[in-house]
């Protein structure tokens, strides 16, 4: 079993056409059906399924494709390592992250990283928190930041922030003046919720299921500023990260209310493979992140930076 032949299996699929495939690789179809045949042979199966016009692949060519992006995955790794060992200051790490984290977390961990190592390239993937840990086990990034401990052996990981979900409403608001609320003030209260299923979106739904309140969610939206920017336009309220909200609480654009018997914090972990050779820009990354980590106990008030 061949790179080449791992390659083309990767492009084909991707593609679903010989000839598409072979002109992102620069090959010929004939050296590419080749290519495929061979490994067809070696491996006892048809990879590809040729009866429609675009090919597909077989119950057996899924699972060599799985196999054949981690194999190609671990060979840019080491080539990387390997570069990256001779110009010493150079190199690409990936990270992936959520939305909120991408806003509000990562500019501070990247500032503070770039002041040491300006050269080194950052890439940044916006994801779902529940996809990261597969992602990074597949090896298609170097660390991710979720909201919640893997609990994977191949995985390993440490805090960078302790975070509270907190209710939202406009200054204006009647319920705004209050010094604190309880879920039943809620229940007549149009509620904006982020579309994407989350614990703490669960969360929020078992608490008031628990206090037999009624959750009106009459808008649901693909982005938190989006929902902040509802919030701010009265069209209802919502319960977002308070690392969201720091500088419309600050200008007071918006305001927040502590309701008795809710409270979701919330710590922020980096995730990476425990066995992993890092790369040289990885493992520098690394070491940044955990001289930033926390030397004391976290706080109990507000969102609070680890690093």
């Known amino acids: ?32 059906s ?3 045949k061979k490994l067809e042979e070696e491996v006892g199966a048809l990879l590809f399924d040729r009866s429609q016009k675009e090919v597909t692949l077989t119950e057996a060519g899924r699972i060599l494709f799985e196999y054949a992006q981690k ?14 060992l001779r110009q010493l200051h150079t190199g690409r790490i990936t990270i992936g992250a959520n939305e909120s984290t991408s806003l509000y977390v990562l500019p501070r961990i990247i500032l503070a990283f770039r002041r040491r190592y300006p050269t080194i390239k950052i890439e940044v993937y916006r994801s779902f928190s529940e996809r990261l840990p597969h992602e990074i086990k597949e090896r298609n990034l170097d ?12 995985l390993a990981s440490f805090p960078i922030l302790e975070d509270e979900l907190v209710l939202i409403l406009p200054p204006e ?8 609320i309880t879920l039943k003030d809620l229940g007549g209260e149009p509620f904006i919720a982020h579309n994407v299923r989350s614990p703490a979106r669960e969360r929020v739904i078992q608490a008031f299921r628990r206090a037999r309140v009624p959750l009106n969610i009459a808008i ?3 982005s938190i500023e989006t929902i902040k920017e509802f919030v701010k336009m009265g069209l209802g309220l919502a319960f977002v990260p308070r690392m969201c909200i720091e500088e419309e609480l600050r200008q007071g654009k918006l305001a927040t209310v502590p309701v ?17 050779v890092h790369s040289h820009a990885a493992q520098k990354f690394l070491e940044v992140l955990k001289a930033m980590a926390p030397k004391a106990r976290l706080t109990s008030d507000a969102a609070r930076p680890i690093v």
């Open 1 to 32: 079993m061949e790179f080449a032949q791992l390659e083309a299996l990767v492009a084909i699929a991707r593609a679903r056409s010989f000839s598409r495939a072979a002109e992102q690789l620069a090959r010929t179809q004939p050296a590419l």
């Open 34 to 36: 080749i290519a495929i």
């Open 71 to 84: 194999i190609l995955n671990l060979r840019r790794e080491a080539i990387g390592t390997i570069e990256e």
């Open 143 to 154: 660390f991710g930041i979720v909201s919640f401990d893997p609990n994977d052996h191949e």
């Open 173 to 180: 608001h009647p319920l705004a003046a209050r010094e604190r």
């Open 220 to 222: 649901e939206l693909t």
């Open 260 to 276: 008795q018997g809710f409270r979701h914090r919330r710590v922020l972990r980096v995730i990476y493979l425990r066995d992993k």
